[in-house]
Each structure stands twice: as C-alpha cells, then as structure tokens.
C-alpha cells in the first residue's frame, strides 16, 4: 500500500509538502504520481516521475508552483508545493505503477507524462487533504 501524510490547513501563498511511502515493497522499477480531486470536480492529475531516471511531469495548473522529487534512500516521493491557491484544494492521492517490466526498462520525459495523462495506476494512496484558505 501507500502511505500518503502532509495535509493540512495553509493560507493562500503559503506552502506544504506531502510525502508518500510504499509499505511492503520499494519504488525501484515505478513511476510514481500525484493527483487531486477537488469537491465535486474529477480526479486530475498534478504531477508524475520516474523512479528510472527522475524524469518529472507536471500539469499546466501547478508547473512553476510545485516540485515533485524522490529520495530513494528513503524511498519516499515528495511533492512541495508552493504559493498555494484556493483552487489547489483538494485530496491528494499519491499512486505508483510499474513501468520496467521484463527487461524493459523506459526513460525518457514520456514515461512521468504516460502517468500522469494516460495510465490507470495500480495501485493508489488513502489520500490526504490540503486546504488552502483565501
């Protein structure tokens, strides 16, 4: 499973960093993403990257605002998340699918945007909530 944790509570402008954790297995051979669903809107995606070769993907909403980055010695994805807005309310789920498979292991940019805007993730986070006050 995934274990998602910074949420909370922060002024427009402010900033929080959510982390997310695999429990049972590691990030190796994964890309991994972060999504939001605000009340009464669809899921959207907000940023993916490749544990392969780091390689990140961001959506138009967030690019220039937030930074997604991994630690692999501690096997934790992050995503920082700068002058926040109202809009940026949400819960956000973290999710994981394994893209080198059978030998075949891809880099390249493609490989965080597939995540992000095509593939169905495996496996997903309980989500955590950020709320951002105007």
């Known amino acids: 499973r995934l274990v998602e944790s910074g949420g909370g509570l922060v002024q427009a402008g402010g900033s929080l960093t959510l982390s997310c954790a695999p429990s049972?297995?590691?990030?190796?051979?994964?890309?991994i993403g972060w999504f939001r669903q605000a009340p009464g809107r669809e899921r959207e995606e907000v940023s993916c990257?490749?544990?392969?070769?780091?390689?990140?993907y961001y959506a138009d909403s967030v690019t220039g605002r937030f930074i997604i980055s991994s630690d692999n010695t501690k096997n934790t994805v992050f995503l920082h998340m700068n002058n926040l807005k109202p809009e940026d309310t949400a819960v956000y789920y973290c999710?994981?699918?394994?893209?080198?498979?059978?030998?075949?292991?891809?880099?390249?940019?493609?490989?965080?945007?597939?995540?992000?805007?095509?593939?169905?993730?495996?496996?997903w986070g309980q989500g955590t909530l950020v709320t951002v006050s105007s």
């Open positions: 999710a994981v699918d394994r893209v080198a498979v059978g030998g075949f292991v891809p880099k390249g940019d493609y490989v965080p945007k597939q995540m992000c805007t095509e593939e169905a993730p495996e496996r």
């Open positions: 049972g297995f590691t990030f190796d051979d994964y890309a």
């Open positions: 990257i490749s544990s392969i070769d780091g390689a990140t």
